[in-house]
C-alpha cells in the first residue's frame, strides 16, 4: 500500500466517525422539528456512540490531529449544544424566558469546547494525554435529551410539559428550562472532572 494513502487513512478512519455523528445529530434536528421526539433522542444518543467511537479509533492507532479535534468540537457543537435545545423548544420550551435559556445552554457548549482546546496542551500530562477536564463535558447533555425523551414518552411535551408555566416580568418561562441553565453553567465551571 502507499505509504502517503495509509498515513492518510490513519487520520480518515476516526474523522468520518465523527462526521456519521455530526449526521446523526442533524437527523435529530430534523425529527424534532417534526415532532418525532423519541427518534430525535435516539439520533442524538447515536451521535454519542459514535463521538465515543471517534476518540478510541484515534487513540487505538495513536494517531490524532488538529484537524481531527477541532471536527469533533464542531460535530459535538451540533449533536450535544444546538440538537438538545432544538429538542426542548420543539418539546415547548418556547417562551421569550426559554429561548434565552436554550440560547445560554448552547453558548456554554461552545465556550467549554473552545476552552478544552484551547487549554488540552496545558493540561496534558507528561504521556501527552489530558488527565481531567474542567466543568462538565457536552456530552453530558445526554441526560437533558433522555430527560425530554421520558417527557415525551408519557406525553407530557408542549402544553402538558412538567411543571407548568410561568408569567415572569412579560415573557413565559417554563422551569423545566432551568434544567439546560444548570447544565451551561456547569460545563463552563471549573469544576475538575478526571478523564477516563
Not at 129 to 146: C, H, M, Q
Not at 160 to 188: C, R, Y
Request: with cysteine; proline share 4%; net charge positive.
Amino acid at each position: 500500500m502507499n505509504p502517503e494513502l495509509r498515513r492518510r487513512g490513519i487520520y480518515v478512519l476516526p474523522n468520518l466517525l465523527t462526521t456519521a455523528g455530526l449526521f446523526a445529530g442533524f437527523y435529530a434536528i430534523v425529527q424534532a422539528m417534526t415532532g418525532r421526539f423519541e427518534n430525535a433522542a435516539v439520533a442524538i444518543f447515536i451521535a454519542m456512540v459514535f463521538d465515543g467511537l471517534d476518540g478510541r479509533v484515534a487513540r487505538w492507532r495513536q494517531k490524532s490531529s488538529a484537524m481531527g479535534r477541532e471536527l469533533d468540537s464542531l460535530a459535538d457543537v451540533i449533536s450535544f449544544g444546538v440538537a438538545p435545545a432544538v429538542l426542548a423548544y420543539a418539546c415547548g420550551m418556547q417562551g421569550g424566558w426559554d429561548r434565552i435559556v436554550l440560547a445560554y445552554f448552547v453558548a456554554c457548549g461552545v465556550s467549554r469546547l473552545a476552552r478544552y482546546n484551547v487549554t488540552a496542551e496545558t493540561l496534558s500530562g507528561e504521556d501527552g494525554k489530558v488527565k481531567y477536564f474542567e466543568g462538565t463535558p457536552i456530552p453530558t447533555s445526554i441526560v437533558l435529551v433522555a430527560l425530554l425523551a421520558v417527557a415525551a414518552a408519557l406525553g407530557a411535551v408542549r402544553e402538558t410539559l412538567w411543571f407548568g408555566q410561568w408569567h415572569v416580568a412579560g415573557w413565559n418561562l417554563h422551569p423545566l428550562v432551568l434544567v439546560f441553565a444548570l447544565s451551561g453553567s456547569l460545563m463552563i465551571s471549573r469544576i475538575r472532572i478526571p478523564k477516563f
